[in-house]
């Protein structure tokens, strides 16, 4: 009697065993499903969904709809969200040391990029996000960033001057471009209204992104600055983290890792091909603009850094 007793409480206890450790992750993304950050978020949820075998879920939460970038932080730190595929810019305000990757003209290529991102610099980046409540997991790829505007081509700093270019919520993205002379205008994504009604002249950002937003509807001109090389971080919650067993905090660190390293190379095989469609959408494109005057106005912006990220800023200087 007893043992069928045993039975039949180990039986009815059986479901609960099978979903004791069932853990949602709440992504949230500003994009919508045909961007770079999505594409990330997607394949990062089909490898932690596979690999624990059901026990932890993803729900990815896009195009704005849990907020823009600096919400989806400050909700990351509060574990309302648990996971995020977040640009670079906005996070300066959480991490500082992470403006050191987002200088001007310190990447000219993407081997370059991923020798800083991934080696020891970037892993001390990441680090830093735990002082801001967060987990930095690993660096993907938004693209090297250019300048468009609806009022004149732009082919030195000096055709710059005076236009209201959007910028993303940075201070040092808006440092940089009113030592470039232009007049910043700090806005959460997306902007295209803002850039029908002509609220802004111009704004910045990779071609994938120019050209996914259909920004040539209402952006004539495109100059190939590559001036800042945009990286996106899948970024977490730090309660959520430690709230995980060991094999499951090591299982998130390697799906993001192997999502990253998808993403990147998904960006790069279509580099060739956005620049393609945005000059076939009729965009006046500068392929080759007066990089040495932009470099002259921002050079000076050096000498504001100081601290963890004036260390790393230098070292990436110094290779
Ligand atoms: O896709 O806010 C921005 O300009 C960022 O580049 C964002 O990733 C847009």
Request: aromatic share 10%; no cysteine; glycine share 4%.
């Amino acid at each position: 009697m007893k043992k069928n007793l045993m039975f039949v409480v180990a039986f009815l206890m059986l479901p609960v065993a099978i979903f004791a450790n069932s853990y949602t992750i709440n992504l949230g993304i500003v994009t919508t499903p045909n961007s770079f950050h999505y594409k990330a978020a997607k394949k990062f949820k089909d490898i932690v969904e596979s690999t624990s075998n059901g026990d932890i879920k993803v729900d990815i939460h896009h195009s704005n709809s849990v907020g823009n970038e600096t919400s989806i932080l400050q909700q990351l730190q509060l574990n309302a969200l648990q996971m995020g595929v977040i640009t670079a810019g906005p996070i300066d305000k959480f991490v500082p040391s992470i403006k050191a990757i987002e200088f001007p003209f310190i990447f000219d290529s993407f081997a370059k990029a991923d020798k800083i991102l991934d080696g020891k610099i970037g892993q001390n980046i990441l680090k830093n996000f735990d002082r801001a409540n967060l987990v930095g997991y690993h660096f993907l790829e938004n693209g090297f960033r250019n300048i468009t505007n609806s009022k004149k081509p732009i082919h030195s700093a000096a055709d710059v001057k005076g236009l209201k270019i959007r910028v993303m919520n940075s201070q040092l993205q808006i440092d940089i471009w009113k030592d470039i002379g232009a007049n910043p205008t700090p806005m959460p994504w997306p902007i295209y209204t803002q850039l029908s009604q002509h609220v802004i002249d111009g704004q910045e950002n990779p071609l994938a992104v120019i050209d996914q937003y259909k920004l040539y509807e209402v952006q004539k001109y495109l100059t190939l600055t590559r001036h800042v090389y945009s990286a996106l971080v899948f970024v977490g919650s730090k309660e959520f983290y430690k709230s995980l067993p060991q094999k499951y905090k090591d299982l998130l660190f390697k799906a993001a890792k192997n999502a990253s390293i998808y993403e990147r190379k998904l960006n790069r095989d279509k580099a060739t091909f956005f620049l393609n469609d945005l000059k076939k959408q009729g965009m006046i494109i500068d392929e080759h603009p007066d990089l040495a005057s932009f470099k002259a106005k921002v050079k000076p912006l050096e000498k504001q850094f100081n601290g963890v990220a004036k260390k790393y800023l230098d070292e990436i200087l110094a290779q």
